[in-house]
C-alpha cells in the first residue's frame, strides 16, 4: 500500500531464532500498529505505538518486543521464535487526526517457523 | 475496547445490492464504526467510517442506527470483485486500538 511497506515480505527461521520484522511508513502518522493474522481468524494486536520511542502491548504480546527509534520505522522483533509463531504479520498506521484512526495497512510479511 | 459481532457468511447476486449487518452494542460514545475488507491474504483496505450520522463514499454507505448499538454496510451493486471478508470495528479512541473480529465473508454470485 501507498506510504507503508513491510519487510521481508516471507521469511522461514528456525525454532529460538531471533527474528525482526520491519514496518516503514512515509506519511509521518503518529501511530503505528503490529497485528497477527491466523488462518480463517481476524487480526490480533501484538504491539503499537503512539509515537516515538513509546509504545504499549496489545492483547497477544508475550514473546514479541518492539521498538520504535525513528517517526518511519515500527520494527517487531520474535526474542526467540516459536512455531506458534508461525502467521501473517501485518503493520497498520493511522494519524488520530481529529480523532480518526482509520488504518492504512501494509502488505503483510508472511513467517514460517520450522 | 467495543466488540463487534458480524454474521460468518453472507452471499450476494451480481449488481444487486450487499447488506452486511454489524452489532456494537457496548460503544461509548465518541467512537467511531469503520469498516474494512480483506481480499484474500492481502492487507486489509479502509471502506468507510462513521460517528452517528450516515456516511456515503465512492465505495460504499454506512447506515448506523440512532441508538449507535448496531450499523450495516451497504455496497449498492456487488461485483465478483467485491468478494471479500468484510470487518466492522470500533475504533478506541486511546491510541486508535482495535479488535478485530472474524468478519463477515460476502461471496458475490453471478
Known sequence: DAGITQSPRHKVTETGTPVTLRCH?????????WYRQDPGHGLRL????YGVKDTDKGEVSDG??????KTEDFLLTLESATSSQTSVYFCAISSGDRGHYGYT?????????? | DAK????????????RAANLPCNHSTISGNE?????????????????HGLKNNETNEMAS???TEDRKSSTLILPHATLRDTAVYYCIVSNTNAGKST???????TVKP
Open chain 1, 25 to 33: 511508513q512515509t506519511e509521518n502518522h503518529r501511530y503505528m500498529y
Open chain 1, 46 to 49: 501484538i504491539h503499537y505505538s
Open chain 1, 64 to 69: 514479541y518486543s518492539v521498538s520504535r527509534s
Open chain 1, 105 to 114: 495497512f501494509g502488505s503483510g510479511t508472511r513467517l514460517t517457523v520450522v
Open chain 2, 4 to 15: 463487534t459481532t458480524q454474521p460468518p457468511s453472507m452471499d450476494c447476486a451480481e449488481g
Open chain 2, 32 to 48: 467511531y464504526v469503520y469498516w474494512y475488507r480483506q481480499i484474500h491474504s492481502q492487507g486489509p483496505q479502509y471502506i468507510i
Open chain 2, 62 to 64: 454506512l447506515i448506523i
Open chain 2, 100 to 106: 478485530f473480529g472474524d468478519g463477515t465473508t460476502l
